[in-house]
């Protein structure tokens, strides 16, 4: 074997290997998002069933809490802005190409 396999060899070889450690790392990420889905979406039922009180602990009473509390800020959040908004007076003519 010349000079010139060997090193085509040893590039072949490092391109195989970097494309299964790439491809590794890509179905490792794929598996980290799945499990932060099912691990939201295990929470959000969780959620819910214990608003309507189908489920109780102890230890789901302050993050049930938490939940409610961070959704009444958002609602809140999202009512000061429709109020701060300005209304759009009907005598207004719509803006050049609309």
């Not at 990420?29 to 691990?39: D, M, N, S, V, W």
């Not at 819910?48 to 489920?55: N, P, S, W, Y």
């Amino acid at each position: 074997m010349g000079f010139m396999d060997k090193v085509k060899s040893t590039v072949k070889s490092g391109a195989e290997q970097a494309a299964t450690k790439a491809q590794e790392e890509y179905e490792r990420i794929q598996t980290r998002r799945e499990l932060a889905q099912a691990y939201e979406d295990l929470g959000t039922k969780a959620f819910e069933l214990a608003e309507r009180g189908d489920i109780s602990h102890a230890d789901l009473t302050s993050l049930v809490e938490r939940v409610k509390t961070l959704k009444a800020q958002l609602d809140a959040i999202g009512t000061e802005q429709a109020a701060a908004a300005p209304a759009a007076s009907p005598t207004e003519e719509p803006p050049p190409g609309s």
